[in-house]
């Protein structure tokens, strides 16, 4: 069964750097196509993917926030660091990891397992 | 980026009810559409990937067809479990992006 658990402030200053650690379990890491990825949420509104970690280290980012955004692993400790630059009060949401699973025959990638997330509040 | 929009935005059914909900996308994106179910306070739950296949211990009353630019989800009967917002999601191309969902009211 994969679990994942988010951890991090619950608030933040504005101009501050955000860094979020999802810690994993239930799967290796180690196939091809798997991936941890952020996403949020703001009160109220539509999901937001920001980016993910291959299996193999890649990452991809959004471009919308690509310049403030980095994403790390550390596969013996289980973990996936985000790290988000500069952050402002519409950083605001519910930040959550979710591991990403891919079909090899057809290409399909979808988020099957998700976080409770954790909130994060950007205000001075 | 693509762009993934919801139809209608909510809407209030009652239990039994047969519900469809519509996903349109900016461009074609094949069969790489997925559907979410979210209940308030909660996160996320996959139900549908691929456009059709139902993800392992979903009920069977779910079901999502389509292909191209347009996808439904449909509830073949509503139960009070199913209280929640649903969102498509697209995996054809980064950035991977979501519809602004649709909340699922019992009358």
């Known amino acids: 069964q994969i679990t994942l658990k988010e951890s991090g402030p619950t608030l933040v200053k504005p101009t501050q750097t955000l860094t979020l650690t999802c810690n994993f379990s239930g799967f290796a890491f180690d196939t091809r196509g798997e991936g941890v990825a952020w996403i949020r949420q703001p009160p109220g509104k539509a999901l937001e993917w920001l980016t993910l970690i291959y299996y193999n280290g890649e990452k991809r980012f959004s471009p919308s926030h690509q310049s403030r955004l980095n994403i790390a692993r550390d596969t013996s400790r289980k973990q996936v660091v985000l790290t988000m630059t500069n952050m402002d009060p519409v950083d605001t949401g519910t930040y959550f990891c979710?591991?990403?699973?891919?079909?090899?025959?057809?290409?399909?990638?979808?988020?099957?397992?998700w976080g409770q997330g954790t909130r994060v509040t950007v205000s001075s | 980026d693509i762009q993934m929009a919801q139809s209608p935005s909510s809407l209030s059914a009652s239990l039994g009810d047969r519900v469809t909900i519509t996903c349109r996308s900016s461009q074609s994106i094949s069969k790489y559409l997925n559907w979410y179910q979210q209940k308030v306070g909660e996160a996320p739950k996959l139900l549908i990937y691929?456009?059709?296949t139902l993800q392992t211990g979903v009920p069977s009353r779910f079901s999502g067809s389509g292909s191209g630019t347009e996808f439904t989800l449909t509830i073949s009967s509503l139960q009070p479990e199913d209280l929640a917002t649903y969102s498509c999601?697209?995996?054809?191309?980064?950035?991977?992006?979501f519809g602004p969902g649709t909340k699922v009211e019992i009358k």
């Open positions: 691929a456009a059709t």
């Open positions: 979710s591991h990403m699973s891919y079909t090899f025959s057809s290409g399909y990638r979808y988020f099957d397992s």
């Open positions: 999601q697209q995996s054809y191309t980064t950035p991977w992006t």
